[in-house]
């Protein structure tokens, strides 16, 4: 949301801080708040650029709000489901003090309420209103951080509670729903009797939106949230027992329609997927705790889901970064494994385009499929081939994350190919990103000219397990197919690899060649790139003709090369969720020129050989926030 300029002299806050992104935004507070008259203004300038679908949602969902204020409220709760959230202690310790980090903002504002911040930019809003930093607050559980749990979330009933303000919309509403239940003991401690009855009011006013409005939100996780959250509210609210079978059915669609005969989602994102899998669970638990029975494809979907996941797990408990996805939460993972009692092993081969190999204390992910294709693209990212390596409890070779927290100019960097561990044509990713459409009511960048024809083939021998993979993704520039060899050793020690630029078909001889008279036949130039974990100490060594690299566990990998490519150490970025700016970190790049129909770079990854087959490896993360 924009805000018009404040004292004469200033600029516009939106614009200040469309500059100061990625900085520490410093607000005392002025006790004044904008007046309605100027909110709407300011949605009036936003809804001028938009496109008739997206203005026509927004209106909706003002009117389906304003609507649910009228409907008949929940006046208590009929039982009460067990908490499952998890949050994060060092970042309810820094909510405490004053300090709010949402979407790469931090605002310190330690004498200002929560509805009081300015706004840096829509996507701190609605974080805000999703209200997902209640689970922090809960993970101190002290008296300061309860008490500010209960004044922010009364506060928002006061002003938002009549169906106004950005967060009625379906996407977040459910999401805010199943916070509120989950907390709704902390919440409701202590308080009068008509603090408590706006509280269920608002809760049955937002179920009754939900059940109105689900189907608008966003497809996939956010439509999860909206039908789980419609589920907790039938299940736990007087009066509210009316929605609960049309969600239930309604649920058991989604899971049919966006889950898939080998658990995955459209998006293939792993991250999006272990949170399905999470609300999936805790909507299960749920409905049996209240003597129901979930529905069958719910259940089913849960069995398929479950094998998928432990595919895209690495050796440390975290997830592979891919198509939007960040590493998950510590434990989260394991937890809701657990918590689900599906025991089922991990799926072999493909797990949602995804490639596992695992030996020893190695994990290798490679992302092995074409990439979503239409709608299910809007965070998708050109990482065809593209692989992360974890040894033991330590990630060595990433792929540099989602830049969504960080600005437009990140989003689209950590979406192109030079941001992943894979090789890219200079100036090219292997998709494209290039026609707009609108998700969930907002523009979205969706790829184009992507990868179609992406094959994988095993291989097995007596000392090592591997794949061979190629795709097609500059097969139309360039003329040239793009292979990957990966083969890890049994004892996980070593990593052999082969990549190779080549030209399959009569026709791809051709469009090669005229791509190469367009360099004066200097040479299409590509690098391979090998994205290092922040916490990996790099140098060059032996002539610069090989990579050291010291894990904190105090394992040694070296990297070395075979063939006519210059190799250089380089800066690199880290993008991570929960973080005020990337991450500095180092990539090893190997950079080349294609002269011929077929060009290869070969080269190997491994432990030096005083490094143990066993590390004893206790060192914790620092789990506070950094800047």
């Known amino acids: 949301m924009l805000r018009k300029s404040g004292p004469a002299g200033k600029p516009e806050p939106h614009r200040f801080f469309a500059m100061t992104r990625g900085r520490v935004l410093r607000y005392r507070g002025n006790n004044q708040t904008p007046h309605s008259a100027e909110i709407s203004e300011a949605y009036r300038q936003v809804s001028r650029s938009e496109p008739w679908s997206a203005r026509r949602l927004r209106w909706m969902n003002r009117l389906h709000a304003r609507a649910s204020t009228l409907s008949q409220p929940a006046t208590g709760f009929v039982s009460h489901p067990e908490p499952r959230t998890i949050g994060s202690f060092a970042r309810g310790r820094q909510l405490s003090s004053g300090n709010f980090l949402f979407a790469g903002f931090l605002v310190e504002a330690p004498d200002t309420a929560i509805w009081d911040l300015p706004m840096p930019d829509l996507a701190f809003e609605q974080e805000l209103h999703g209200f997902a930093w209640i689970d922090d607050l809960a993970a101190v559980g002290d008296g300061a951080a309860n008490l500010r749990m209960r004044t922010w979330t009364h506060a928002w009933i006061g002003r938002f509670g009549r169906g106004t303000g950005p967060g009625w919309t379906p996407d977040l509403t459910g999401r805010r729903l199943i916070r509120w ?14 603090v408590s009855d706006a509280f269920y009011r608002s809760l049955g006013q937002q179920a009754n939106f939900l059940s109105h409005r689900w189907h608008a939100a966003s497809p996939g996780l956010a439509r999860f949230q909206a039908l789980v959250g419609l589920i907790y509210a039938g299940i736990a609210l007087t009066g509210m027992d009316r929605h609960l079978v049309p969600a239930i059915k309604a649920l058991n669609r989604e899971c049919e329609t ?26 299960a638990s749920a409905l049996r705790e209240s003597d129901r029975l979930p529905g069958r494809a719910h259940l089913d979907a849960l069995e398929r889901i479950a094998p998928c996941l432990r595919a895209l797990r690495h050796s440390d408990g975290s997830l592979a970064r891919f198509h939007g996805g960040g590493r998950g939460a510590e434990g989260w993972l394991d937890q809701a494994l657990s918590a689900s009692g599906i025991k089922t092993a991990r799926r072999e081969g493909l797990a949602m385009g995804f490639y596992r190999l695992a030996h020893g204390r190695t994990s290798i992910i490679l992302d092995a499929a074409p990439p979503p294709e239409r709608d299910a693209s809007a965070q998708a990212h050109a990482s065809t081939l593209a692989f992360e390596l974890t040894s033991g409890r330590r990630p060595l070779i990433v792929n540099c994350g989602s830049g969504r927290t960080f600005g437009e100019k990140w989003r689209r960097a950590g979406r192109a190919t030079p941001s992943h561990s894979t090789l890219a044509i200079e100036g090219f990713s292997s998709s494209r990103l290039g026609v707009a459409g609108i998700i969930g009511g907002q523009n979205a960048e969706l790829l184009v000219d992507a990868p179609r024809d992406v094959r994988i083939e095993t291989r097995q021998s007596d000392h090592s397990t591997g794949l061979i993979a190629g795709h097609d993704g500059y097969l139309a520039t360039h003329g040239l197919t793009h292979v990957r060899q990966l083969y890890l050793g049994l004892d996980g020690r070593g990593l052999q690899g082969e990549d190779v630029l080549a030209t399959v078909e009569r026709q791809d001889e051709r469009t090669f ?19 290092l974990h922040p916490d990996v100490d790099a140098e060059q060594d032996m002539g610069g003709t090989a990579v050291s690299m010291v894990l904190k566990s105090g394992e040694i990998w070296v990297f070395r090369y075979s063939g006519g490519a210059k190799m250089t150490l380089e800066p690199s970025v880290y993008l991570e969720k929960g973080r005020l700016a990337p ?45």
Do not use: C, Y
């Open 181 to 194: 239940i989950h907390h709704a003991i902390t919440l409701l401690n202590g308080q009068d009797q008509p």
């Open 258 to 283: 966006r889950i898939d005969a080998e658990g995955g989602i459209p998006t293939r994102n792993p991250e999006e997927l272990m949170e399905v899998f999470t609300l999936l669970s805790w909507a």
């Open 513 to 531: 060649d005229r791509a190469l008279d367009r360099t004066g036949l200097k040479g299409i130039p590509f690098k391979l790139r090998f994205h």
């Open 583 to 627: 991450r500095a970190t180092r990539q090893i790049v190997l950079s080349m020129l294609a002269l011929e129909h077929a060009t290869r770079i070969a080269w190997t990854l491994a432990k030096a050989q005083d490094t143990p087959d066993t590390v004893r490896d206790l060192q914790r993360e620092d789990l506070m926030l950094q800047e």
